[in-house]
């Protein structure tokens, strides 16, 4: 399951326009940030594989 597919299967709206970051030692897991106006963002934890959100959460200033 992509990023898109998870989001949409956790019913998390307003992701209109994500980014993300994958995690470097866990394959399938990923922060994602995401807007619906450009302005305002939420961050999730998603595992791809298993098709989980957690969140959301405070953006990560990374991200940036």
């Known amino acids: 399951m ?3 597919q ?3 299967a956790n019913r998390i709206g307003g992701c209109g326009q ?3 970051r994958r995690h470097y030692q ?3 897991e990923a922060i994602v940030e995401c807007t619906r106006d450009g ?3 939420q961050a ?3 595992f791809a594989t298993t098709g989980k959100v957690m ?3 405070a953006p990560d200033p990374t991200l940036r």
């Open 2 to 4: 992509e990023i898109t």
């Open 6 to 8: 998870a989001l949409a």
């Open 18 to 20: 994500y980014r993300f």
């Open 26 to 28: 866990t394959p399938g």
């Open 39 to 41: 302005n305002s963002w």
């Open 44 to 46: 999730y934890l998603v």
């Open 55 to 57: 969140g959301p959460y």
